[in-house]
């Protein structure tokens, strides 16, 4: 898939210049509506390439809803319009690895030896259809960066539902790579083949994937966010001679400031 992102993405836009813009994008179904959330979490994930144990991480959380512009689950993004249900807008978001710092795998003997895949930046655009059950997402992106030339995207719905003072959000989705940045992620060269790996070129992969988050506000500025889901990878990533999972897991849990 070569189309330029950009003819896409001005394409997309111009079929929506009548449009006004969309305050609430920055708002998803259970999310705050304080302009900014500060916080943290703490949780757990399986490690998809070979030879990795099961992760601890700890990471902030850093929110701004802004009118047009705001930062969410590490994208920065631009609402431009809405037309009913439908909004939509530009979108930025950081691209990285496992492999993108050899001193993680160095001593890893399945994973020691690869070349490092180096961070970049996908830009693309979003399209929500919002309505009181909770909202579709849609986004396509493509790498700014030059490092894998690739497009991806993907698609979930996020279901807006209350128990008691908590708010509940399934989610259910599925996500797009290209081959070019399956490549660049779990493809592995010729010259990066040994015996406790095969050379592999990666195909386009489809990943389907399920969680919830809950979030129960402690008081008017404290919250409290615990989450949990699996991911089922798809064959382009699976049949890699560096992966050796097939599903990966996360849970975590979180406290916010909001202001």
Known sequence: MKTSISTM???????????????????????????????????????????????????????????????KDGTFNLALGQKGEFSYGLLLTPSGSFLGDESEYRKNAKLAGLIERKYTVEGGYYVNHTTDLGRFHFTMATDLGNKYNG?????????????????????????????????????????????????????????????????????????????GGVVALGDGIKDSSIVDEDYLYHTSVGVNYNF
């Open 9 to 71: 993405a001005l394409s997309f836009l111009g079929s929506f210049v009548a449009m006004n813009t969309l305050a609430s994008d920055a708002i998803g179904p259970g999310d705050s509506d304080s302009k900014w959330v500060v916080g943290g979490a703490v949780g757990t994930s399986n490690n998809a390439y070979a030879g990795e144990d099961n992760e601890g991480f700890i990471y902030p959380n850093i929110e701004y809803n802004g009118e047009r512009f705001f930062v």
């Open 151 to 227: 497009v991806t995207a993907s698609a979930s719905y996020t279901f807006d539902l209350r128990m008691g003072d908590w708010y509940v959000n399934p989610v259910v989705g599925m996500a797009w790579m290209g081959e070019d940045k399956a490549n660049h992620l779990f493809g592995v060269s010729q010259a990066e083949a040994t015996s406790l790996r095969e050379a592999y070129e990666a195909d386009s992969v489809l990943n389907v994937f399920a969680g919830v988050r809950g979030r129960y506000e402690l008081s008017e500025h404290w919250d409290v966010n615990v989450s």
